[in-house]
């Protein structure tokens, strides 16, 4: 079965560049987590839906972060402008709602870094 | 952004010795899950804990939810080499007035299997 897929896997752009990281959940799961993991920081959610639309946006650290869920089966990140201090690696999750336990599964990372 | 408190944060052992680690928090949960991250990949899925006092295991794996529900642990008997990697617990959310739910992550343990 496919899990979450994420691309790009790894991104390298310029301060000031729009960036945008996209997801793909797996089949049949209604929740989506986007994360971000940084050295300093762990693992820090930053958004997630429920049925395509956004739950609890609060962890989105800045108006310069927008995400997106226009189907069931795809979803976007974006960054705009980007910033050095956004390098990080972003994580997709998915989940079932209603089944047992709602254990999420994770994607294998966009590894960005802005220079 | 909220974090459980998880440690040790990082553990050196001898390959064959036991290992464990727990996650503490302020909030109760009604779902635990433990994950493993090698490098260059997301969290991968080791256990899922969904009642207070379960015991669960998988393989050399060993987990427990705690009775209080704010804590759980996780055990990993005869260490081999391949253990290595970060070992993350994770805590379900719930929201009673929306039926939605999040996942928060612990800081992480960094273990490393000496030879």
């Known amino acids: 079965d496919a899990g979450v897929i994420q691309s790009p896997r790894h991104e390298v752009t310029e301060m000031g560049q729009e960036v945008t990281l996209r997801c793909k959940p797996i089949s049949g799961h209604n929740s989506l987590f986007w994360y971000r993991q940084t050295m300093m920081r762990g693992l820090e959610l930053l958004i997630y839906?429920?049925?395509?639309?956004?739950?609890?946006d609060s962890g989105m650290p800045e108006d310069r972060f927008s995400a997106k869920m226009p189907n069931a089966s795809f979803s976007t990140l974006k960054i705009q402008p980007s910033e050095p201090r956004d390098s990080a690696v972003y994580f997709c999750?998915?989940?079932?709602?209603?089944?047992?336990?709602?254990?999420?599964?994770f994607g294998e990372g966009s590894w960005l870094t802005v220079v | 952004g909220q974090q459980l408190n998880q440690s040790p944060q990082s553990m050196f052992i001898q390959e064959g010795e036991d290992v464990s680690m727990n996650c503490t928090s302020s909030s109760i949960f009604n779902t635990w899950l433990w994950y493993k991250q090698d490098p260059g990949e997301g969290p991968v899925l080791l256990i899922a804990l969904y009642k207070a006092g379960e015991l669960t295991s998988n393989g050399r794996l060993t987990a427990q939810f705690g009775i209080t529900r704010k804590d759980s642990f996780l055990n990993i008997s005869a260490s081999i080499p391949s253990d290595v990697g970060i070992y993350f617990c994770?805590?379900?959310?719930?929201?009673?007035?929306?039926?939605?739910?999040?996942?928060?992550f612990g800081t992480g343990t960094r273990l490393k299997v000496l030879a």
């Open positions: 999750a998915s989940s079932l709602r209603g089944s047992s336990g709602n254990t999420i599964y």
């Open positions: 839906f429920n049925n395509n639309v956004p739950i609890d």
């Open positions: 994770a805590g379900k959310l719930s929201s009673t007035t929306s039926g939605t739910y999040k996942y928060i």
